[in-house]
């Protein structure tokens, strides 16, 4: 015997049905909003993992899925130049990267500095008797005949060893990352021992310790750079929104130096404490959105 379904549940189950089809509907529509990925590339520099962290947690705000990708200097302006990646905001210039810019230049688009106020150099700390990098071979076997260096990769490894010629200097540089550098650093300024380090503001341990930066008379590292913003070509035609937001991208080093000092907490994740500057910062960040 067929029963019938009573008026009541009868409407719900059509309601639910109703519902299920404009939540296929929505379903549908968000997919057709996709925004699609943008892959960004940086060195692992303490400025250059705030600024992309930033930048990543911005763009997901605003609907993109985002990929950063850790890389060698040369190698990040070859993924930007052969399109293995979109973006980034990790490009010193006119002289760290000059030689990157060079030989990627038709391959690329600069969209100008994110921060000015950079500078390159030889740091000790401030209570040392060296005051010049023409100081270095009358202490040599203080430093035992190192200069302490980062990724070998680094535009600024290349000027250094540029220095050491230039200058004459007795002594090697070694190579190593921007974390084994600070870590020699710390323990120096911790023993009350001689350093002398590759050195670059902004960065964190200048906020750590009280530092120097040797002077260079012949000009070597050259005057302050700037951070440039630089993408792919046919970004702007693939991605508008995220090409404005990227080209609008700009902030000071009091903003970058907030968030640099986030990350050096004990267990600090640079993606989660960029999302919260990011949260904490809406007023900054409108400035960056696109029209």
Do not use: C
């Not at 059509?14 to 299920?20: G, I, R, V």
């Not at 899925?65 to 040369?74: C, F, H, K, P, Q």
């Not at 210039?93 to 969209?111: G, R």
């Not at 120097?212 to 005057?223: A, C, E, I, S």
């Amino acid at each position: 015997m067929l029963t019938q379904t009573p008026k009541p549940m009868a409407m719900r189950y059509s309601a639910l049905a109703l519902a299920a089809g404009l939540g296929l509907a929505a379903g549908s529509a968000h997919a057709q909003e996709d925004k699609g990925t943008v892959e960004l590339a940086y060195v692992e520099w303490s400025s250059e993992v705030a600024s992309t962290n930033v930048v990543r947690a911005v763009l997901e705000q605003q609907g993109y899925d985002v990929e950063i990708n850790s890389l060698s200097a040369s190698a990040m302006w070859q993924a930007i130049a052969h399109d293995d990646a979109d973006a980034m905001v990790a490009a010193w210039l006119p002289t760290t990267h000059e030689n990157y810019l060079e030989q990627t230049k038709d391959d690329v688009e600069d969209l100008g500095p994110n921060f000015e106020g950079t500078k390159l150099g030889l740091v000790v700390p401030a209570d040392s008797d060296l005051e010049s990098i023409e100081d270095i071979n009358d202490h040599a076997d203080e430093l035992n005949g190192e200069i302490i260096g980062i990724d070998p990769g680094a535009g600024l490894m290349s000027q250094t060893e540029t220095v050491l010629e230039e200058y004459d200097l007795d002594v090697d540089l070694r190579s190593g990352s921007g974390a084994t550098m600070t870590s020699s650093l710390s323990t120096a300024i911790e023993n009350d021992e001689p350093i002398v380090v590759t050195g670059w503001t902004p960065h964190w341990m200048f906020s750590r310790w009280e530092l120097k930066y040797l002077d260079d008379p012949q000009n070597v590292y050259g005057d302050a750079e700037r951070i440039h913003t630089v993408v792919r070509k046919g970004l702007k035609e693939d991605m508008p929104e995220a090409y404005a937001i990227l080209d609008n991208f700009e902030w000071t080093p009091e903003q970058m130096g907030e968030v640099m000092l986030m990350n050096q907490e004990e267990d600090a994740d640079p993606y989660e404490n960029a999302k919260q500057w990011v949260e904490n910062n809406q007023d900054v960040v409108e400035e960056w959105l696109a029209d």
